[in-house]
């Protein structure tokens, strides 16, 4: 006779899962607070998704269109797509999720870089499968890495471009160099959250792979440059058999009427989508000599975010710069979880914001 347990047990592998944990929000005890540790938006959202908005606040009894229709059409006109290649989701994570759980499972291998998302790997987990972490070359995703660790048990290949949180990416011909390398029945997933904030001529966001390929699906979100992470609005476009084989282990209504009225009225409002370009373009570059002028490392980003390196040697640790900032009302984020325990993330933020955190990382300095 078998012992039963006292309780419910989940499965084998779930409780060895470390949960995702988020940026801080506040700064305790300080008057104001700059919230730069989750890459959102200075700017806000687009006064049209607001308006899209507050007018589905008169109807909140009524479901949602189940397919997000409205949505996919916008999406689908911005980029020229089938609207039918298209999927949504309550952001891009649950895509990611969604994507490893049709197509890996017990004994699959899952690939990422070593300072990926940390989503892909508790995807790969939560699906039963491996993850194999693939070092990097200078905090840059590295294409003979990523293929010399593909092995027979590979089913997935994921891909950050540009990958946060180093703000570094690869040029299209890389990931298509990464691709044709590939055997055919691995998926390669282009994580393409940051696109819209790439100023490089040699960068694409993956939907000429998507168009002429059956193994490459591309997501994307609305979470970072329209200003929408409160209504979790993600979506991907990829071969017809991926999206329907998604579509059908995806929850019925997983995006909500708010979201879908938002996210269309924001994608069609481009006039609002360069004015936040033309923000980060201003203070990325700004941002990134200040600090390198106070002695500190940046890593070159494309996105709206810097990764600044804290050195031993100089002694001034990451973690006392995190508590010098917090005190000061600046909250960035921690990146021990990436493997980068002497970093920390900074969000491009209002020109108050900016000039508020040069200030005082030169009076942390001692400068």
């Known amino acids: 006779m078998t012992s039963q347990a006292s309780r419910p047990v989940p499965r084998p592998g779930v409780l060895a899962i470390d949960a995702y944990v988020p940026g801080k929000s506040g700064a305790p005890g300080v008057a104001k607070v700059y919230k730069l540790s989750s890459n959102e938006t200075p700017l806000g959202a687009s006064p049209r998704a607001i308006r899209a908005f507050q007018d589905l606040s008169a109807h909140l009894e009524l479901y949602p269109e189940g397919s997000s229709a409205v949505l996919r059409e916008a999406i689908g006109r911005l980029y020229g797509l089938d609207p039918d290649r298209i999927l949504c989701g309550s952001g891009s994570d649950e895509l990611l999720s969604l994507l490893t759980n049709a197509y890996l499972g017990p004994g699959d291998e899952g690939v990422f870089t070593e300072h990926g998302f940390l989503v892909y790997k508790i995807a790969i987990l939560a699906a039963g499968g491996t993850p194999v972490i693939v070092p990097e070359t200078n905090l840059t995703a590295d294409v003979d890495a990523i293929l010399k660790a593909v092995t027979d048990r590979t089913k997935i290949v994921y891909l950050a471009n540009p990958n946060n949180p180093t703000g570094t990416y690869l040029p299209f011909d890389e990931v298509k160099r990464l691709h044709a390398g590939l055997p055919k029945h691995v998926l390669l997933v282009l994580d393409a959250a940051y696109a819209e904030y790439v100023r490089r001529n040699d960068y694409e966001s993956g939907l000429e792979l998507v168009a002429t390929n059956e193994n490459v699906v591309m997501t994307r979100t609305f979470s970072k440059i329209y200003g929408l992470a409160a209504l979790r609005i993600g979506w991907m476009v990829g071969p017809a058999h991926l999206i329907d084989a998604v579509n059908r282990i995806r929850g019925p209504f997983n995006v909500n009427a708010a979201a879908i009225a938002a996210g269309a009225a924001a994608i069609e409002d481009q006039a609002f989508l360069q004015q936040a370009i033309e923000h980060n373009e201003r203070w990325l570059p700004w941002l ?80």
Request: net charge neutral.
């Open 288 to 367: 990134t000599a200040e600090i390198e002028a106070l002695g500190l490392k940046v890593t070159p980003s494309v996105g709206n975010f810097l990764l600044i390196h804290f050195p031993k040697d100089a002694g001034r640790t990451a973690g006392e710069a995190d508590a010098f900032l917090v005190s000061k009302g600046l909250v960035l984020r921690r990146v021990g979880a990436y493997g980068l325990p002497d970093a920390l993330r900074l969000t491009i933020g209002t020109e108050e914001a900016n000039r508020h955190l040069v200030a005082s990382l030169a009076e942390f300095m001692g400068r």
